[in-house]
């Protein structure tokens, strides 16, 4: 089973709507990340967590909230998408000794 | 801004050859460094980290990290159409979290 899981993979919404992605992990990390990324632009940080109780923005948090519920839990929602929003959204894990994150199978947004 | 420069590409290389891939990051303060492969679709996957100066050998891959110059750099030998791919660099200052270059797109030629 892989170590770090997004569901869905794939996902096609309105504008307007709300929507929540969900990321697992079973590597026991501390530490969770939330990126887009878009063609020429890379992979951009929107949110990241150290622990539970730990949420910080990156460097494009706007239009974005999270949520960690568990060690091994973090979500991200779009609260009201826009077409901009449209992306390929990963998350990632790492612990804090070695900085390594490892990354999901990714969910390709698409917001009509 | 933490930046970190890859040239975009694409590198062309014909099967067999030495691939060698760069990057440069402006954060002087910036302590470990990582390679990650990406192919079309799919998500990053960690190929090499490196945290001191000079080069890490795995396998067929070789990073090479000079912390004066802000440079870190990997080689890949026996390059194999397999290895065509996006590869990114990214770099992790003492108080951020990674920050990711664009990415070098990689082809190798049979």
């Known amino acids: 089973d892989a170590d770090v899981t997004q569901t869905p993979r794939n996902r096609i919404t309105k504008t307007g709507k709300r929507i929540m992605l969900e990321c697992s992990q079973t590597?026991?990390?501390?530490?969770m990340y939330w990126y887009r990324q878009d063609p020429g632009l890379g992979l951009r940080l929107i949110y990241y967590s150290f622990d539970v109780k730990d949420i910080n923005k990156g460097e494009i948090s706007d239009g974005y909230s999270v949520s960690r519920q568990a060690q091994a839990k973090f979500s991200l929602s779009l609260e009201s998408a826009i077409p901009n929003q449209t992306a390929l959204y990963f998350c990632?894990?790492?612990?804090?000794?070695?900085?390594?994150?490892?990354f999901g199978p990714g969910t390709r947004l698409t917001v009509t | 801004q933490k930046e970190v420069e890859q040239n975009s590409g694409p590198l062309s290389v014909p099967e067999g050859a030495i691939a060698s891939l760069n990057c440069t990051y402006s954060?002087?303060?910036?302590?470990?460094f990582f390679w990650y492969r990406q192919y079309s679709g799919k998500s990053p996957e960690l190929i090499m980290s490196?945290?001191?100066?000079g080069d890490k050998e795995d396998g067929r891959f070789t990073a090479q990290l000079n912390k004066a110059s802000q440079y870190v750099s990997l080689l890949i030998r026996d390059s194999q159409p397999s290895d065509s791919a996006t590869y990114l660099c990214a770099v992790k200052g003492l108080e951020t979290p990674l920050v990711f270059g664009k990415g070098t797109r990689l082809s190798v030629i049979a």
């Open positions: 590597k026991g990390h501390d530490r």
């Open positions: 490196i945290y001191s100066n």
């Open positions: 990632a894990t790492s612990d804090g000794q070695s900085y390594e994150q490892y």
């Open positions: 954060d002087r303060g910036s302590q470990s």
